[in-house]
């Protein structure tokens, strides 16, 4: 089964300070995982995906298959990265459902 | 740049209605998904389509129904609605090829079912 976790439901830190929002996930095969952001009164959009292996707004995140986790990481953070964070995992076969994890909100404080 | 459009924003039903959620894209893709959004259980998918008259549950279908009669339209049904169906609900796209693109989704549904 495809399972996706975030163990954090809440994230605050402040600005300048170091981002890790983490996110584990379950699946038997080799997965696409992605990370999907969601701005105050904007709709979800995608972030990152792991197999571009970019960095969009700072943001980096590495598949660690041994770990089977995809965190999501910014050396300092900004006050306009204030949001929610939703990992997912798709998998191979038809339409590549994604499951998304139950997601992080973060905070930015000045 | 590929538009999700949900014909609703805000939607006010009572217990018991029949509720109908629409989707338009409008750059053929041929995969389309409706997902619900609640704190603290993330998205979770209702169903899903793959193409024209083709559907598939998805984890949560229960109470729910859908029609994918056109390629670019996707529909939500809410047979009988209920207080406990009361959520954010989300329709997104994506074509079949180039799998890393990711998914393109509306703005959103805010439904209460009183």
């Known amino acids: 089964a495809q399972r996706v976790t975030q163990p954090e439901k809440l994230l605050s830190v402040f600005k300048g300070a170091p981002v890790e929002l983490k996110c584990n996930y379950s699946y038997s095969g080799s997965p696409e995982l992605f990370w999907y952001v969601q701005y105050s009164r904007q709709r979800l959009q995608l972030l990152l995906r792991?197999?571009s292996r970019e960095s969009i707004k700072g943001f980096t995140a590495d598949l660690n298959k041994g770990e089977t986790s995809f965190h999501l990481k910014k050396p300092f953070a900004q006050e306009e990265d204030s949001a929610m964070y939703y990992c997912?995992?798709?998998?191979?076969?038809?339409?590549?459902?994604?499951?998304f994890g139950q997601g992080t909100r973060l905070t930015i404080n000045p | 740049d590929v538009k999700v459009t949900q014909s609703s924003r805000y939607l006010v039903k009572r217990t018991g209605e029949k509720v109908f959620l629409e989707c338009v894209q409008d750059m053929d893709h041929e995969n389309m998904f409706w997902y619900r959004q609640d704190p603290g259980l993330g998205l979770r998918l209702i169903y899903f389509s793959y193409d024209v008259k083709m559907k598939e549950k998805g984890d949560i279908p229960e109470g729910y129904s859908v029609s994918r009669e056109k390629k670019e339209r996707f529909s939500l049904i809410l047979e009988s609605a209920s207080t406990n169906q009361t959520s954010m609900y989300l329709c997104a796209s994506k074509r079949n090829r180039g799998r890393e693109h990711g998914y393109t989704f509306g703005s959103g549904t805010r439904l209460t079912v009183v």
């Open positions: 792991h197999i």
């Open positions: 997912a995992l798709s998998g191979l076969s038809g339409a590549q459902k994604l499951v």
